[in-house]
């Protein structure tokens, strides 16, 4: 990546995790790969599967502490208690339906069931926001497919993008 820092934040929704009944490995594996690309991590939160303080995290995210990107984990999938799309949805300005798309490709490669996650992307403001599924190998996965335009994303997103051609 460029000389420019980034700044993000990580969300993982989880009833076990956020009261320490199961650890979480989807969280610290998003962040060792936003720092492997020389992001700064700004906080982090392990919350339970509820919609309002997802947002809530979102928006601090978001509002507060400005960051170029927030990745959520967790609660994607069918069950009731995953509530994720649906806390971002009320929070975000606009979807990146073309993400969401290649990362439900990339996953389908590996499963049938990436079918059933219902994660979204999309802008609040001038920040990111990608959900991911809860676990490890699917965060890899997903947040594998967006890496390569990462760093074309968050200079569009600060207005700083010199070149938006097809690159080949």
């Known amino acids: 990546m460029s000389e420019t ?3 993000a934040a990580i969300i993982t929704a989880s009833d076990k995790g956020s009261v320490g009944a199961r650890e979480d490995t989807s969280g610290p594996k998003v962040r060792a790969m936003l720092e492997g690309m020389g992001v700064v ?3 982090t939160w392990i919350v339970p599967d509820e919609q309002d303080q997802i947002a809530a995290c979102l928006c601090e995210a978001c509002d507060e502490l400005k960051v170029d990107l927030v990745v959520t984990t967790g609660g994607t999938g069918l069950s009731p208690r995953d509530v994720t799309p649906q806390a971002t949805k009320s929070v975000i300005d606009y979807e990146i339906p073309a993400i969401a798309q290649a990362m ?3 996953g389908l490669r590996h499963t049938p069931r990436a079918m059933l996650s219902r994660g979204i992307v999309g802008v609040r403001r001038f920040t990111i926001i990608i959900n991911l599924p809860g676990s490890e190998k699917a965060v890899s996965e997903n947040l594998g497919v967006f890496l390569p335009v990462l ?3 968050l200079e569009t997103m600060r207005d700083a993008a010199q070149d938006c051609a097809r690159v080949d």
């Open 5 to 7: 820092v980034y700044r």
């Open 41 to 43: 991590i700004e906080k």
């Open 151 to 153: 760093e074309h994303a």
């Open 104 to 106: 439900y490709a990339e």
